[in-house]
């Protein structure tokens, strides 16, 4: 009898929206190394924390939703940092397509090594994987240091080996004000961007200050007391810089191919 794979879960969403195409069932998982001053889950960080699941008893509850998906939806993994926890993420992933489930995980990347046994587990896990989500912090690498406590020349490196293997990404960049809202980072990460050639979609989500009441809860001292979201005009601004609006769509890749 083969013993269960267990990860590690914060919580779950049954009808996400905004998490990949279509309406989605989420898996949060519990644990990340990185230290985003603007985090609204820092809940989430502690590794080890959360409690167990199988992947077997996560995919059934899962597919009690899969007649609301309609033909775009599926399961996305987020967290926490779901590279966390690769064979988790393998195990669960692969007996979804097994069931026709679209996948997509959401990431930051950080954890991406070319260094083994990482790297062959990767692999595995992106034939199984149908999308990525790629949060890219900040572009600059000092400054990616002081938002996130964390460099950026391993998420750099991801994104640059799913260009190779052409695996289908959106990328997601969070507009901080006083930290990523500048003309001169927004028009660099446009053009490494790209550089790449897998890119369907480019997101700028606007820094909110909604998680801020979790910090206090864990007794933690925000970092960015003070900072607002920031305005339209700028959003507006780093969605132009950003040329969103040359980005297909993951959904019309899809019907091309």
Request: charged share 30%; proline share 7%.
């Given at each position: 009898m083969t013993e269960p794979v267990i990860g590690r879960i914060h919580s779950t969403e049954n009808f996400g929206t905004v998490d990949g195409p279509g309406v989605r069932f989420i898996i949060f998982t519990q644990g990340c190394r990185m230290r985003c001053q603007f985090c609204h889950n820092p809940d989430t960080w502690k590794i080890g924390g959360g409690h167990e699941r199988t992947t077997d008893s996560l995919l059934e509850e899962a597919l009690k939703y899969q007649s609301y998906w309609g033909k775009d939806g599926g399961i996305t993994?987020?967290?926490?940092?779901?590279?966390?926890?690769?064979?988790?993420?393998?195990?669960?992933?692969?007996?979804?397509?097994?069931?026709?489930?679209?996948?997509?995980?959401?990431?930051?990347?950080?954890?991406?090594?070319?260094?083994?046994?990482?790297?062959s587990q990767f692999n595995e896990l992106m034939t199984y994987t149908d999308l990525i989500l790629f949060d890219v912090k900040h572009i600059d690498n000092e400054q990616h240091k002081i938002l996130t406590q964390n460099p950026n020349d391993s998420i750099i490196e991801m994104a640059r080996y799913l260009s190779e293997i052409n695996k289908p990404v959106w990328i997601r960049h969070v507009l901080v004000p006083e930290r990523s809202d500048y003309d001169e980072y927004l028009i660099r990460l446009d053009d490494f961007i790209k550089t790449l050639n897998n890119v369907d979609k480019v997101e700028v989500l606007p820094y909110h200050t909604m998680g801020v009441y979790k910090w206090e809860e864990l007794g933690l001292e925000y970092p960015l007391k003070g900072i607002e979201s920031p305005s339209q005009e700028r959003v507006k601004n780093a969605r132009n810089l950003l040329h969103v609006q040359d980005y297909k769509g993951y959904l019309a890749r899809q019907s091309q191919e």
């Open positions: 993994v987020s967290g926490g940092e779901p590279l966390l926890q690769m064979d988790f993420l393998i195990d669960l992933f692969k007996k979804a397509k097994k069931e026709g489930v679209h996948t997509t995980i959401d990431t930051c990347g950080r954890p991406f090594t070319r260094e083994e046994p990482f790297f």
